[in-house]
């Protein structure tokens, strides 16, 4: 699932990045192309402004004066609103004119009809190098146009401001053909990048999603190392791995080898204190020797188990099969309670497992079945179900334990799981079942609840972790 996760994380953000990537530079070819297409507008339109100079600028034919300009080469300057315009604005009427400094129209293409040009200078239109201003307008008809405008001095014939306009359309018509061409084009390199991610997502992390199944399997007890063959990338980190399992079944051997050399280093002095002191009979001191010699052989023998569980713990892989240990369990003691006629009724999934060692399960589950055998009227009941994972992640199992006797108040409940503590000295034991079970469950991670059964006597609820 982690790989998994890692996987899709990868993938969403190559994803992203992949889109960005394309958006940005789709934007910047469109802007690109669009300048493009200006610029060779632009020139279309100065040929048809230098035409109307160099005609503006040959002196006066009477006998071609009507036909001004000669030729254009462009039909659409003389159809009516095509879009297509040119004027030619005095903008000094000469020294035999008058002195008023008043603009007129001499000159304009058949197209404009009765309307004008607007004037680029007057808009605030700075010129360029070669003295020519560029901009959009509004034309006839709220037409979007392109213009060029130009002004020419002739000297003593006066000022002009010599304009050509044309159809903006034409430009909007050729980018948005060329923005589709452009969307279609990085739709389609945006489907093959990512499925080209998605393949090198998918196999490049496979030996990765290899490792982590086998870790798993190794932690559900199915494997002990990372077989197989992986990537050079990767074979460090199995090679690795595997060396630190390896180094924690080595530390888990000695420290039990080193456990079971104390308990021998420490059952035989004990034993010689018991004997000599058995032998004095009924002397005081020897009374109190054996008296303390039974508490050091119960502190020995519960600091040794707990040693040998927190060894215990640290190997990976360590799983036991909940229902039979249950179910022996329960036969067992019916054989013990058969006197008293108990009825242990199990319910218990085949499937549930623990992630830990059979004894220690066996320990927990058999002081919490004893306990409540021992106060039951006639009915104990054991389920084993699996619970929602903890804060973690990780899976756990709970193993309720009911019985039907004379339960505990809530002040007695807080009491019960405290080492020694007996809340009826009539009952057989030395108090220790339940506190047991409390650090065993502690040490493995999980807890025990004590609360008020459904059957009407107390509710033993443990969680552990699951396999």
Request: proline letters at 4%.
């Amino acid at each position: 699932m982690r790989a998994n996760s890692l996987a899709l994380r990868l993938f969403l953000s190559a994803t992203a990045w992949a889109v960005v990537i394309l958006l940005i530079t789709g934007i910047i070819l469109s802007s690109l192309y669009r300048q493009a297409v200006e610029r060779a507008f632009d020139r279309r339109l100065n040929v048809y402004l230098r035409t109307l100079v160099a005609e503006l600028a040959t002196p006066d034919d009477p006998a071609q004066a009507e036909k001004f300009p000669q030729s254009l080469g462009e039909p659409l300057f003389e159809l009516p609103l095509s879009g297509w315009y040119w004027q030619i604005t005095r903008l000094d009427m000469g020294k035999d004119a008058g002195k008023d400094g008043s603009k007129a129209d001499i000159r304009s293409s058949r197209s404009l009809w009765d309307g004008g040009l607007p004037h680029l200078q007057d808009q605030g239109v700075t010129a360029s190098a070669s003295g020519s201003r560029e901009g959009y307008v509004s034309g006839p008809e709220d037409q979007r146009l392109r213009l060029t405008e130009r002004t020419i001095d002739l000297g003593e014939d006066g000022q002009f401001l010599v304009a050509v306009a044309g159809d903006a359309a034409e430009i909007s018509e050729e980018t948005r053909a060329f923005d589709q061409a452009l969307a279609m084009t990085f739709a389609a390199l945006a489907i093959v990048l990512l499925l080209t991610t998605m393949f090198q997502v998918r196999f490049g992390l496979a030996p990765l999603k290899r490792i982590s199944d086998s870790l798993a399997a190794i932690r559900s007890g199915a494997a002990e190392r990372l077989e197989g063959e992986f990537p050079d990338e990767i074979a460090p980190l199995a090679r690795e791995t595997n060396a630190l399992i390896d180094a924690n079944k080595e530390i888990v051997e000695r420290a039990r080898t080193h456990v079971g050399n104390l308990a021998h280093a420490l059952k035989t002095p004990l034993s010689v204190m018991v004997n000599e002191a058995t032998a004095r009979g009924s002397d005081t001191l020897a009374a109190k020797v054996l008296e303390q010699a039974d508490i050091m052989r119960d502190q020995v023998a519960r600091h040794l188990e707990r040693a040998r569980l927190a060894a215990g713990l640290k190997v990976i892989g360590t799983v036991t099969e909940v229902a039979p240990v249950v179910t022996a369990l329960a036969r067992t003691m019916e054989k013990i309670h058969r006197d008293r006629g108990i009825a242990i009724d199990v319910h218990a999934d085949n499937k549930i497992q623990f992630r830990g060692e059979r004894p220690d399960l066996e320990e927990m589950i058999g002081n919490l079945v004893d306990n409540a055998c021992k106060w039951a009227a006639s009915q104990v009941a054991i389920a084993v179900e699996p619970n929602q994972p903890g804060a973690d992640g990780r899976k756990t199992l709970r193993v309720v334990v009911d019985d039907d006797g004379k339960g505990l108040t809530p002040a007695e409940r807080e009491q019960a799981a405290k080492r020694g503590r007996r809340l009826d000295e009539t009952k057989p034991g030395s108090g220790l079942g339940l506190s047991i079970v409390v650090e065993l469950a502690g040490l493995y991670g999980g807890s025990l609840t004590l609360a008020a059964a459904p059957i009407g006597g107390l509710r033993a609820e443990l969680v552990l972790p699951a396999g």
